[in-house]
C-alpha cells in the first residue's frame, strides 16, 4: 500500500437516526477500501480508520456533508500499510502474535453504541450544536504549558485512559486511576478517592480528546471545581512539542502500531510486567482467561500475568 495513513476522529453532535448513519459509514468505507473502527451514537460518531491517502481524504469529504458531521477535525497519522491474514481476535481486541507487523486495522467494524465512550452515563449526557454541554473548558497544548507556568504544582494532569496505557506514557507527575475500563471512572469519582483535587485546576487528556469531552463534564456534575480537558488530547500536544513538552514516554494506540513516539529519542518509562526491563511494548496476558494488557519486553514476548 502506498503512502497509508491512519485518521483518529469524533464529533459530538446529536444524531436523529444512528442506524442509518452506520449503515451509511458502512457502505462509504467499503466502497473506498478503508478498514478502522467507528462507532455511532445519539451523541455523534467516533472512529479510527485507515487506507490509502486519497481514500481517506474522499472519506473526510463525504462524511462532512452530513450536516451534524460539517465541523469533524482529524488528527493524521502514517499508517504501516503492511497487509497480512486476519488474526484471529483475542479478548476482544484484534492482535496478531506479539510484535508482528500486521495491516493497522485488519477489518472494519461500525457499530451503533449508546455511548461513543463507555462510562456508563448515556442519560446523563446532553449534546447540542456545539458539543457535549458542560464540559470542562478547553486548553490547546500551548495553553496547558502556560497554565502549568502560571499555577506550577497546583495543576494536576488527569489520565482519562485505562490504566495500561499509561504504564508507557503519561504527563509528567500525573494522576492515573487504576481503571481497565471507562466504567471504573465513575465509580472511583463517586468514592471519593479524588476529593482532594476539587479545589485544584484539574487537566484531563486522553489519546484524541473524546474520553475527556465525557470525563471532564463527568466531574464538573460531581463537584470538582475548575477542570479544563486538552484539546486534541495527547495526539495533538505531541505533535506541537514532540518530547520537549511535559508528555513522557510513548503513546499508546488502537491499531497495529501498538505504540508511537511523537520524536525520536522517546523516553522508555513502561517496564516489563516479567523482569522489569524498559519497554514500551504492550500486549494481551497470553493467559486466556485474563483479559489484561501488560508491558513486555522482546525477550519475554507471550508471557502472561502470572509469570510476573
Not at 491512519?6 to 477500501?33: H, K, M, N, T
Not at 502474535?97 to 477489518?107: C, L, T, V
Request: include cysteine; aromatic fraction near 8%.
Amino acid at each position: 500500500m502506498s503512502d497509508p495513513k491512519i485518521l483518529l476522529y469524533y464529533v459530538f453532535a446529536p444524531v436523529a437516526d444512528p442506524e442509518a448513519v452506520r449503515l451509511w459509514q458502512r457502505e462509504l468505507c467499503e466502497s473506498l477500501g478503508l478498514r478502522g473502527r467507528i462507532i455511532v451514537s445519539k451523541h455523534g460518531i467516533n472512529g479510527t480508520v485507515g487506507g490509502e491517502i486519497d481514500a481517506c481524504k474522499r472519506y473526510l469529504r463525504r462524511t462532512r456533508e452530513y450536516g451534524p458531521f460539517a465541523g469533524l477535525e482529524v488528527k493524521w497519522s502514517d499508517g504501516t500499510g503492511l497487509a497480512a491474514a486476519e488474526p484471529e481476535p483475542l479478548h476482544g481486541v484484534d492482535r496478531a502474535a506479539p510484535w508482528q507487523r500486521i495491516a493497522d486495522f485488519p477489518r472494519l467494524t461500525v457499530k451503533v453504541r449508546d455511548e461513543l465512550v463507555a462510562f456508563g452515563i448515556p442519560d446523563e449526557i446532553e449534546v447540542d450544536a456545539n458539543g457535549v454541554v458542560g464540559g470542562g473548558t478547553h486548553l490547546s497544548p500551548e495553553a496547558v504549558n502556560a497554565l502549568v507556568a502560571e499555577r506550577g504544582d497546583d495543576v494536576v494532569f488527569f489520565d482519562g485512559r485505562n490504566a495500561w496505557e499509561a504504564e508507557i506514557g503519561r504527563f509528567r507527575d500525573a494522576v492515573v486511576p487504576d481503571v481497565r475500563t471507562t466504567h471504573g471512572f465513575i465509580e472511583q469519582i463517586e468514592s471519593g478517592a479524588f476529593d482532594e483535587l476539587k479545589g485544584r485546576p484539574v487537566v484531563t487528556y486522553c489519546t484524541g480528546g473524546i474520553r475527556c469531552e465525557i470525563l471532564s463534564a463527568a466531574m464538573v456534575a460531581r463537584g470538582f471545581d475548575e477542570v479544563y480537558q486538552m484539546d486534541g488530547g495527547i495526539v495533538k500536544y505531541g505533535e506541537a512539542f514532540g518530547n520537549d513538552g511535559l508528555w513522557e514516554g510513548s503513546l499508546a494506540v488502537f491499531d497495529g502500531r501498538e505504540a508511537m513516539d511523537f520524536a525520536p529519542g522517546a523516553a522508555v518509562i513502561g517496564r516489563c510486567a516479567v523482569c522489569d526491563a524498559a519497554s514500551n511494548r504492550l500486549a494481551n496476558c497470553a493467559d486466556p482467561a485474563c483479559r489484561a494488557r501488560i508491558v513486555l519486553c522482546p525477550e519475554h514476548e507471550g508471557a502472561s500475568c502470572a509469570e510476573h
